[in-house]
């Protein structure tokens, strides 16, 4: 489009003057070192130089000088960097990660995990806890409540019929003594015929003193005792009695 713009311009006579005149376009064309007025030294002197070692030439200033990407040619001079460069061998962007950074990785992913799990098994600890024995739904609101209370009057009684018996639990047969030479009622027989024999000999030992001896008790005293006795056995069989039956 812009090839046919300029066709039309230049059949219509708008371009330039210098364009339709062939001496001006001849002029135009003559060589840059006509066109201004420094002049090499090389030149100067009268030197034959190509116009290959001049373009050379100007092409390898212009490079020092605004540091233009020009293609070099065999005669410029190498290329020179402006600035600070980086070292050799130093690579740049993101780059793999060494063995140590992957095994530092895998360990404190394994530490995250063990962490998370201590955590997450503390936490059912507590909520089983929480429940009654970890069995069924905790109970809440009034039902819960009514349960507590129920619970520590149990714990409450419990602890009472621990006081009352002592803590020691003893057998029936061994508390009343049923059975057994060394029973309990054996051992009441052989302790009242030791008496009764002991009263029987101070008896006699004091009928042979005579009355006014007053060595040893009397018949009466004898007699007290024995009731005394009985009495009080009655009274520890009827207590055993009444408590177990």
Do not use: H
């Amino acid at each position: 489009m812009e090839y046919l713009l300029r066709i039309k311009a230049w059949n219509k006579g708008k371009l330039p003057k210098e364009l339709y005149n062939a001496d001006e376009a001849a002029e135009s064309a003559q060589p840059a070192s006509s066109q201004t007025s420094y002049r090499w030294s090389f030149a100067d002197n009268g030197l034959k130089v190509s116009s290959a070692e001049l373009r050379a030439a100007r092409e390898a200033v212009s490079q020092a000088t605004y540091d233009l990407d020009a293609p070099p040619t065999a005669s410029a001079a190498p290329k020179r960097t402006q600035g600070p460069s980086l070292p050799p061998g130093r690579s740049m962007g993101p780059s793999l990660p060494s063995a140590s950074d992957l095994t530092l990785q895998r360990e404190e992913a394994a530490e995250l995990a063990r962490g998370e799990r201590r955590t997450a098994n503390k936490r059912a600890r507590e909520r089983i806890e929480d429940e009654d024995g970890g069995i069924g739904p905790k109970a809440v609101g009034r039902e819960g409540m009514m349960e507590k209370k129920r619970a520590r009057r149990e714990d409450d009684k419990a602890m009472r019929d621990r006081k009352e018996d002592g803590g020691l639990e003893v057998r029936e047969d061994v508390l009343m003594g049923a059975g057994g030479s060394d029973s309990f009622q054996a051992a009441i027989a052989r302790r009242d015929a030791a008496r009764a024999r002991w009263a029987e000999k101070k008896a006699t030992t004091g009928n042979g003193s005579g009355p006014s001896n007053g060595n040893g008790p009397s018949n009466d005293r004898l007699e007290a005792m024995k009731a005394r006795e009985a009495e009080t056995m009655a009274m520890f069989r009827n207590m055993a009695k009444e408590r177990f039956g």
